[in-house]
């Protein structure tokens, strides 16, 4: 499984962007997908994921009521799309993918998920 993840840049405080993450090699139905992030010096964090049985999508608390994760099995794309955006949303962004239906405790850790994108880059200035 490949993932091209892409949709970071600078934006303002408050703004709003849209990460793409695009999946090769297996249909997106047939994965479960996430986001995590990273900043400097911090370890990779959740953001948001969906699990391939498509019930209902995973947040972490920092991102509930501004980002929005969704999948597009047609187009094998799973977008995050980050409103009202703080300073301490920069970090790079990963997309995620794994072929198995992670449960609760693990989707929303890095461990479960065996594919990883290059990251993109965002940038919220102040």
């Known amino acids: 499984v490949q993932l091209q993840a892409s949709g970071g840049g600078l934006v303002q405080t408050g703004g709003s962007l849209t990460l793409s993450c695009v999946a090769s090699g297996r249909t997106l139905r047939t994965l479960s997908m996430g986001w995590f992030r990273q900043a400097p010096g911090k370890e990779r964090e959740f953001v948001a994921g969906?699990?391939?049985?498509?019930?209902?999508?995973f947040y972490a608390n920092s991102a509930k009521g501004r980002f929005t994760i969704s999948r597009d099995n047609a187009k094998d794309t799973v977008t995050l799309r980050m409103n009202s955006l703080k300073p301490e949303d920069s970090a790079v962004y990963y997309c995620?993918?794994?072929?198995?239906?992670?449960?609760?405790?693990?989707?929303?850790?890095?461990?479960?998920?065996?594919?990883w994108g290059q990251g993109t880059q965002v940038t919220v200035s102040s």
């Open positions: 969906t699990r391939r049985s498509g019930d209902s999508p």
């Open positions: 995620a993918a794994d072929m198995s239906n992670p449960i609760a405790s693990l989707i929303t850790t890095p461990a479960g998920f065996r594919y």
